[in-house]
């Protein structure tokens, strides 16, 4: 069983989701709060396995409540909560620690993918998220130039680890680079095993939080 918090300033919206998450039998929600606040008062009562955070909230916001929360307990996993247009938010989320990102309009097979996903140590993007991110992604660092952050990756795997967040196809990369689509895919394992990462969506992760592209 997962445990599950809501975090959200909306009643109506902390209902409806409870309602549809009690409703699955893989899934226990055991807190809701109102404001950061009010969530990290209850801490220690109970500890959630996975809590859906939204950002946009009177007091402490989203970003605020998840570093406390997860200083005090980092096994917990946060699903941020948002709508199209707050991008900023996106990589101040992901230097706080959260690890999922899902519109709120999101259908509720995705919420239980993204609750199965990050409990089981993943990064999840909503697709159409994942989409428009892509299409907002700037590349920060020009070719040759590498943030100490990132001195795992090579310059090549670098240019490839871009191409794969701007939403670039492999032959598209391999156009772009000049190179074969084999050699793209060899380089997207050696990069995928370097960072740890799993997916497109943590890759993304990956590049923002190690300053590759911003939104």
Known sequence: MIRVAL???????????????????????????ASGE?????LGDVVPDVVFMDYDMPGLNGAQTTEQALGRYPDMKVIT?????????????????????????????????????VSEGGTYFSASLL????QS??????????????????EREIEILVGICQGLSTQEIADELFISKRTVDKHRANI??????????????YAIKHRLVEL
């Open 131 to 134: 989409e428009d991110l892509s």
């Open 38 to 42: 009010e969530f990290l008062a209850l």
């Open 192 to 205: 995928l095993e370097k960072s740890g990462c799993k997916n497109t969506a943590s890759l993304v992760v």
């Open 137 to 154: 992604l700037r590349v920060t660092y020009p070719s040759g130039a590498e943030p100490a952050d990132s001195d795992r990756l090579s």
């Open 81 to 117: 909560l948002s709508m199209f247009g707050e991008h900023a938010y996106y990589s101040h989320m992901m230097e706080c620690g959260a690890k999922g990102f899902l519109l709120k309009d999101s259908e509720f097979d995705e919420v239980v993918e993204a609750v199965r996903t």
């Open 7 to 33: 975090v959200d300033d909306h009643s109506l919206f902390r209902r409806g989701m409870k309602l549809l998450l009690s409703s699955h039998p893989e899934i226990e929600v055991v807190a809701e709060a």
